[in-house]
């Protein structure tokens, strides 16, 4: 596994306002991080701008505001786009996101084969577990399978997807249902690529996916392993996939609904048994928390010593010496197999429902997640999971205070930024790039279309001339509408 190359160290990171977003991961950078990941505000997420009144409170809150390709250039200043890959956590808008990393790269004359790096887009799993969907999921699928084609002829070292168990994980799941309902998912956007004219092998092998590390060890080593080996026989056997298809890249993150407000320093031991689990079990690529995650954005102290962990494990533990360590053991061997058969049965309960997208809209994921969050809650409050700190051991001491940022003055320096964009830009060439969207859209309301238009080199161009994440998403609305789950 890591004798010839370690995974790649990222530390997920966004701060208000992209100047200081870009500190941070100059800092992270300094500290050892080989890889960025960024975590957008709610109104980026969800297609607003930061002077709509719908982002009225939540400018910068969650993640860093993101509304022009200006934004993204101050993100950016200073960083190696050419040398360093960039994770962004960004579903329904991620095409727009690309779109301005891609414009930023140019811009510093750097060209689009050169860049790398991943963008969630994983729209299914919103529906199911996260929330952050805007459009109905037929012409959301088909802004997939666009975005696959681009990636595989336009940015050949970027992954178009990063197919989602985390969500789903912290959402109440249990270990099985994340894998299941993860490939129950892939197998749905496969299918969606193939309807619209794309050969396997060309656009699997940049396929990524993204899993949690929660506390049961060898549970979590057996869930890995347990995934690599459902992936490459479903692909194998569904598609005909050629061996570079079969291989599974996976992304991890420690557990954030496992870390506790009361007794904060023990989230660090938390975060360096899920670091064991993820690296044990072969992830490509770790995100290790902040032990303050649960009571603020981490500080700097805090980010730092997650990744310290990462590189204790890495050059200290020994983890990397040899290929899968456990393989033999007869518990973790029994485990995973355990793990790949239901999970293997969980899958073919969704096919019979007809696929990952019926299945959402009759509940049946949302349902099942629910029951497993509120039975895991119940055991819980009886104590019979034991929560260190919480439900046992716990002390009368409160939990620590983190200053915060002003938001307000944080959200009027941020919709000053985006007036004036507007004000400065060539406003016909944003108007006509707009309208260059609005017309190839309409094709993608219609699963059963084909030959649907090219959408991602015009979202490329309407970015170019500085249309806001809003503007672009909003001329999407006007001929998706938005989807209201039932």
């Known amino acids: ?85 960039t994770s962004m956590t960004i579903n329904a808008t991620a095409a727009i996101l690309l779109a301005m990393y891609i414009v930023v790269a140019e811009e510093r004359g750097i060209s689009r084969d050169k860049v790398s790096g991943t963008i969630q887009n994983d729209v299914l799993k919103e529906y199911i577990a996260r929330g952050t969907y805007i459009y109905p999921p037929a012409p959301s699928l088909g802004l997939i399978a666009e975005i696959f084609r681009f990636c595989a002829t336009e940015v050949p070292n970027w992954n178009p997807i990063s197919i989602s168990g985390y969500h789903i994980r912290e959402a109440g799941s249990t270990a099985v249902q994340e894998l299941a309902f993860t490939f129950a998912n892939t197998i749905e956007y496969v299918k969606q690529a193939q309807a619209a004219g794309l050969a396997v092998d060309v656009f699997a092998p940049r396929l990524s996916f993204f899993f949690a590390a929660h506390n049961d060890l060898f549970e979590e080593i057996a869930k890995f392993r347990a995934a690599r080996r459902i992936y490459a026989r479903l692909m194998r056997d569904r598609f005909a996939a050629n061996d570079a298809s079969c291989r599974m890249r996976f992304h991890t993150q420690t557990g954030g609904v496992t870390l506790t407000a009361q007794q904060p320093l023990n989230n660090v031991v938390r975060v360096a048994v899920q670091t064991l689990a993820a690296t044990l079990g072969g992830t490509q690529s770790l995100h290790t928390n902040g032990f303050d995650e649960a009571l603020a954005l981490p500080t700097a102290e805090a980010a730092t010593l997650a990744l310290r962990t990462q590189q204790i494990v890495a050059y200290e533990s020994g983890v990397a010496n040899t290929v899968d360590p456990l ?36 509940g049946f994921f949302q349902e099942e997640i629910a029951r497993s969050a509120y039975a895991q809650q119940l055991r819980v409050e009886a104590g019979e999971t034991v929560v260190v700190g919480v439900n046992r051991f716990a002390d009368d001491a409160e939990p620590p205070t983190i200053p915060t940022p002003d938001f307000s003055a944080l959200e009027r320096e941020q919709v000053d930024r985006v007036r004036s964009v507007r004000a400065a830009r060539d406003a016909k060439r944003a108007e006509a790039a707009l ?28 970015v170019r001339a500085r249309a806001t994440v809003g503007e672009i998403s909003d001329t999407l609305r006007s001929s998706w509408g938005e989807y209201r789950p039932t």
Do not use: C
Request: glycine residues 12%; aromatic residues 6%.
């Open 435 to 462: 309208a260059a969207i609005r017309g190839a859209a309409g094709p993608y309301a219609d699963s059963n279309a084909t030959g649907r238009p090219a959408l991602m080199p015009l979202i490329v161009e309407a």
């Open 1 to 85: 596994m890591y004798r010839g190359r370690l995974w790649t160290m990222r530390q997920y990171a966004g701060f208000g306002t992209a100047a200081e977003t870009n500190r941070r991961f100059h800092h992270l950078l300094g500290a050892g991080q080989t890889g960025l990941s960024v975590a957008f505000d709610l109104p980026t997420q969800m297609g607003i701008d930061s002077d709509s009144p719908r982002a009225l409170g939540e400018v910068g809150r969650v993640g860093v505001a993101i509304d022009s390709v200006e934004d993204m250039h101050v993100l950016l200043e200073g960083l190696p786009l050419d040398t360093v890959s």
């Open 327 to 362: 393989a033999g053991s007869y518990f973790v061997e029994a485990l995973t197999t355990e793990v790949e058969r239901k999970a293997t049965a969980l899958i073919e309960k969704v096919d019979e429902l007809g696929g990952a997208e019926r299945a959402i809209a009759a």
